[in-house]
């Protein structure tokens, strides 16, 4: 049996995320339907790297699934590129150990979010960032997002409806930087919770804006901020 990595791409404004729902178009579906064909018309579940939100887009996203065509790697990767939707790209396929898991064996995730800060929105920036007309104070923004980094019980960092018992998670690291009026959050960690970098994104500017002055700190079991709005602005990265 093989087993094989792939790394793709997707905009995902139009899916209800990565994993596979009853009641709704995602990734997963697409991906798996198109692959199956591709496959001979072998029934093939693919196991991702992490579930993704609503709209959520995906730089690199890793994902495994096993098979016993003899199909080259190169074969997988052209196929499925001629077949799927163009907001979703194959970007390498390789074949890998047996005891690979793209879920398990995941060092982490890196997610991106993004804004823009002009008073007129840009139509060419939509689903890609949030439009945000206040003054942003990048060295307020770069010294208080270091609060996140370490291990900490983010349990008022998620929203209602996650099923997460355990909700402790290492922050790698969070960065913040402003190109004109492109602001970038980039944040790694070795997992998130349902809508955490939403809510990590809108704590921030709670506090940009004066209305949370004090650092987060895990000792409060509870909302520090509002979640961030524009479900369409974030990229994921798998750290591999």
Same mark, same amino acid.
């Given at each position: 049996?093989?087993?094989?990595?792939?790394?793709?791409?997707?905009?995902?404004?139009?899916?209800?995320?990565?994993?596979?729902?009853?009641?709704?178009?995602?990734?997963?579906?697409?991906?798996?339907?198109?692959?199956?064909?591709?496959?001979?018309?072998? @029934?093939?579940?693919?196991?991702?790297? !992490?579930?993704? %939100?609503?709209? *959520?887009?995906?730089?690199?996203?890793?994902?495994?699934? /096993?098979?016993?065509?003899?199909?080259?790697?190169?074969?997988?990767?052209?196929?499925?590129?001629?077949?799927?939707?163009?907001?979703?790209?194959?970007?390498?396929?390789?074949?890998?150990?047996?005891?690979?898991?793209?879920?398990?064996?995941?060092?982490?995730?890196?997610?991106?979010?993004?804004?823009?800060?002009?008073?007129?929105?840009?139509?060419?920036?939509?689903?890609?960032?949030?439009?945000?007309?206040?003054?942003?104070?990048?060295?307020?923004?770069?010294?208080?997002?270091?609060?996140?980094?370490?291990?900490?019980?983010? @349990?008022?960092?998620?929203?209602?409806? !996650?099923?997460? %018992?355990?909700? *402790?998670?290492?922050?790698?690291?969070?960065?913040?930087? /402003?190109?004109?009026?492109?602001?970038?959050?980039?944040?790694?960690?070795?997992?998130?919770?349902?809508?955490?970098?939403?809510?990590?994104?809108?704590?921030?500017?709670?506090?940009?804006?004066?209305?949370?002055?004090?650092?987060?700190?895990?000792?409060?079991?509870?909302?520090?901020?509002?979640?961030?709005?524009?479900?369409?602005?974030?990229?994921?990265?798998?750290?591999?």
């Amino acid at each position: 049996m093989r087993n094989i990595k792939v790394t793709a791409c997707y905009r995902g404004t139009k899916y209800h995320g990565f994993q596979r729902q009853n009641n709704a178009v995602t990734i997963q579906q697409i991906i798996e339907d198109n692959l199956s064909v591709i496959l001979g018309g072998q @029934k093939v579940v693919i196991q991702g790297c !992490s579930r993704t %939100d609503t709209g *959520v887009h995906a730089l690199e996203y890793c994902f495994s699934f /096993q098979t016993e065509r003899e199909i080259p790697l190169k074969g997988i990767e052209r196929g499925l590129n001629s077949a799927l939707p163009k907001d979703i790209s194959i970007l390498s396929c390789e074949e890998v150990d047996e005891d690979f898991h793209a879920r398990f064996s995941c060092k982490g995730k890196e997610y991106i979010y993004k804004l823009h800060c002009s008073e007129s929105p840009n139509p060419f920036m939509q689903d890609l960032a949030y439009h945000y007309r206040r003054k942003f104070n990048l060295a307020l923004m770069q010294e208080e997002c270091k609060a996140f980094i370490g291990t900490h019980d983010f @349990k008022a960092f998620c929203s209602t409806g !996650s099923d997460k %018992d355990i909700t *402790v998670r290492t922050i790698y690291d969070f960065t913040v930087e /402003q190109n004109g009026t492109e602001v970038i959050m980039r944040v790694s960690g070795d997992g998130f919770l349902y809508n955490m970098v939403r809510i990590m994104v809108g704590t921030l500017l709670w506090i940009n804006e004066g209305k949370n002055s004090r650092r987060y700190s895990c000792r409060y079991n509870r909302k520090q901020g509002q979640r961030a709005c524009g479900k369409n602005r974030t990229c994921l990265r798998t750290l591999s």
